[in-house]
């Protein structure tokens, strides 16, 4: 099992920043990918950012050029946040897959006024 736990959320005007983190404990060896979700009111999880094993990173065509994931440890992963807009306003998910199961943080609130 792998507990991840997020920190950073909060209330910002558009056009700021904000960075989240993630810290995972328990079994963490057995992580392949790592990385961050969201979801709105009233809509689907989407992808924010994913760190594939070997390097590569997604990230979701609304961040592209805006958000950058990255690893800090070789436990914690981090996403920051730069001209935010209203419409990034979500819950994030820390996300975690090992080979057989998917992980997910409790969540965290962000929040962007306009």
């Known amino acids: 099992q792998v507990q991840l736990v997020e920190s950073g959320g909060g209330l910002v005007q558009a056009g700021e920043s904000l960075k989240l983190s993630c810290a995972a404990s328990?079994?963490?060896?057995?992580?392949?990918?790592m990385g961050w979700y969201r979801q709105a009111p009233g809509e689907q999880r989407e992808l924010v950012a994913v760190?594939?094993?070997?390097?590569?990173i997604n990230y979701g065509n609304s961040v592209k050029g805006r958000f950058t994931v990255s690893r800090d440890t070789e436990n914690t992963w981090s996403l920051q946040m730069n001209s935010l807009k209203p419409e990034d306003t979500a819950v994030y998910f820390c996300?975690?897959?090992?080979?057989?199961?998917?992980?997910w943080g409790q969540g965290t609130q962000v929040t962007v006024s306009s």
């Open positions: 328990g079994d963490t060896i057995t992580i392949i990918n």
């Open positions: 996300y975690a897959r090992a080979r057989v199961w998917t992980y």
């Open positions: 760190l594939i094993s070997g390097g590569t």
